[in-house]
């Protein structure tokens, strides 16, 4: 009985030690649509007002909460600090429907309620989505594919934002990101509204 109890008496200065994962940042970085729909706003899902918006794919450096650097051609960092509050292609693609509904007057559907009539579908891949050390800029590329409703044919049409940062740092690479997503999300809205 004696030993257990030294044993445990022993180890209780060392639970104060042992960290299950990184420390996390002060704050969580997320993205917020500049054009939103109205609350209490009721939508008609009428011919051709539906899309159903999937979540782009996205190449392994963004398939993290971490926020990356472009620092080269070849090589790529992560801002310290700097976390996203989910996957940046969740983000985004909500950031998207949010736009789609409010510039473009599309009902967006999950793919859930998309099953007996998806209406238009937006996909595509979220190419670059992070800093770029080399132009001190804040960098959002997407290559969109779209399948109008009663299409079967598929558009494709890369879209590009880039805005300036001074400083690359936790705190100036969210809201520059914010501001390049909002608009690669417009222009696309103005793309699939026409």
Do not use: H
Request: proline share 8%.
């Amino acid at each position: 009985m004696k030993t257990p109890l030294i044993v445990m008496l022993a180890s209780l200065p060392l639970a104060g030690c042992i960290s299950f994962g990184a420390k996390p940042p002060p704050s969580l970085l997320t993205l917020q649509a500049q054009s939103a729909p109205s609350v209490g706003q009721t939508q008609d899902s009428g011919p051709g007002k539906s899309i159903t918006i999937q979540v782009p794919s996205s190449p392994q450096e963004l398939a993290t909460a971490r926020v990356p650097v472009q620092e080269n051609a070849t090589s790529i960092a992560y801002v310290k600090d700097a976390q996203w509050a989910e996957p940046p292609t969740r983000l985004f693609a909500r950031l998207m429907a949010d736009t789609l509904t409010a510039r473009a007057g599309r009902i967006v559907l999950s793919s859930r309620d998309s099953i007996g009539d998806p209406g238009a579908r937006l996909g595509g891949e979220l190419r670059q989505f992070g800093m770029d050390a080399t132009r001190r800029d804040a960098a959002v590329v997407f290559d969109a594919t779209l399948q109008r409703d009663g299409q079967t044919t598929i558009e494709k049409r890369r879209f590009e934002a880039r805005v300036p940062v001074g400083k690359i740092d936790n705190e100036s690479v969210g809201p520059a990101l914010n501001q390049a997503a909002n608009q690669v999300a417009q222009q696309v809205a103005d793309w699939v509204g026409r």
